[in-house]
């Protein structure tokens, strides 16, 4: 089955805690990207990348950093989480045809930070 | 800052009605247009993509575009219970490969 998988779905940490949520795609898609999703902001783009070892900043990228060694896995690292990193996250994965893109999202993983 | 903008809603619209949604966007050499629906606690997923001057069906769906004015629609004819979901507007911006998506409008369709 084509998806695309992101773990933990839910993770509760503490200020300062360095974590890495995985996402990883079994479609050979070349685009990934990261997303947060706040009430009232929507979904915003943190990190995207276009192919393994390309990667470039969305529009929210403080606090975050991603790496694409391969091209099935796209890792979102906090090094040190604050509150207001508490969000949902999406990673998606695209054949990035930008005209005609479709973007498949993986579940969501839910973040707090106390 | 590049913006795509919508009405947060909710638009209420009963059962079989048109619904009409709308997107602005600030970007003139925005080139792609997307609309994406979303239910409540669940990733969204494509609707329509967009990228001509006109209308595009599919369905049910029509999403339409003008560039001139800078906006992008969705309409929903025949509309179901089960469209009731919130619709997300996406443009890639010009020169980049990022996605700016609206905050949504959440769609209820009343039986």
């Known amino acids: 089955e084509a998806q695309v998988t992101q773990n933990p779905r839910y993770l509760i940490t503490v200020t300062g805690k360095k974590l890495t949520v995985t996402c990883s795609q079994n479609?050979?898609?070349?685009?990934m990207s990261w997303y947060r999703q706040d009430p009232g902001l929507g979904l915003r783009q943190i990190y995207y990348?276009?192919?393994?070892?390309?990667?470039d900043k969305g529009d929210v990228p403080e606090g975050y950093k991603v790496s694409r060694k391969e091209k099935r896995n796209f890792p979102l690292i906090l090094e040190s989480p604050s509150p207001n990193q508490t969000s949902l996250y999406f990673c998606?994965?695209?054949?990035?045809?930008?005209?005609?893109?479709?973007?498949?999202f993986g579940p969501g993983t839910r973040l707090t930070v106390l | 800052q590049k913006e795509v903008e919508q009405n947060s809603g909710p638009l209420s619209v009963p059962e079989g009605a048109i619904a009409s949604l709308n997107c602005t966007y600030s970007d003139r050499g925005s080139q792609s247009f997307f609309w994406y629906r979303q239910y409540s606690g669940k990733s969204p997923e494509l609707i329509m993509f967009?990228?001509?001057?006109g209308d595009k069906e599919d369905g049910r769906f029509t999403a339409q575009l003008n560039k001139a004015s800078q906006y992008v629609s969705l309409l929903i004819r025949d509309s179901q219970p089960s469209d009731s979901a919130t619709y997300l507007c996406a443009v890639i911006t010009s020169g980049t490969y990022k996605y700016i998506f609206g905050t949504g409008t959440r769609l209820k369709v009343l039986a």
């Open positions: 998606a994965s695209s054949w990035g045809r930008f005209r005609t893109d479709t973007q498949y």
């Open positions: 967009i990228y001509s001057n």
């Open positions: 990348s276009m192919n393994v070892e390309v990667t």
């Open positions: 479609m050979n898609h070349e685009y």
